[in-house]
């Protein structure tokens, strides 16, 4: 036994880190995941948040309340469930009524509550959609009520 402790004390351990003499973070650490530099006049391009929905109360002027309905899995039963928020938007021309599917495009905060900008909805065809929410007629076909009586 005496000889095995002898030996072990004779071992001199040869690293600096034995007892603290270099501290670890003088210790140039390998960069894996570098971000490369970016010129200075590219700014950061974020995507513009856009949301549809219904306008519910058109009462106050220059604002609309706008309900948007999204799907989101359930986090127990992992179904999709129908989401509602309502958001304040903005509306300078009180263009808007109750019924109306308008787009909410998020700016600069307008009021307390305020940070969205109610615009109509653009429809595939290429043309606003009609506000007041009476379309009617969608496919170009006459209803039975406005053909001619034969």
Known sequence: MASLTSSLQALKLS?????GSTPLSSLSKPN???N????????????????????????????????????APH?????????KKKYQAHDPDNQFKVGDV?????SRPISKTKSF?????????GRKAEVGGESGNDLGIPLESQQPVV
């Open 15 to 19: 690293s600096p880190f034995a007892h």
């Open 117 to 125: 900008v109610a615009l109509p909805v653009v429809t595939r065809s």
């Open 36 to 71: 490369p530099p970016r010129p200075a006049l590219v700014p950061v391009i974020r995507a513009m948040k856009t949301m549809q929905g219904r306008v519910v109360c058109a009462t106050n002027d220059k604002t609309v309340a706008v309900e948007v309905v999204r799907l």
């Open 75 to 83: 986090p127990k039963y992992k179904r999709r469930v129908r989401k």
């Open 102 to 106: 308008v787009r909410l495009e998020k």
């Open 32 to 34: 894996f995941f570098a």
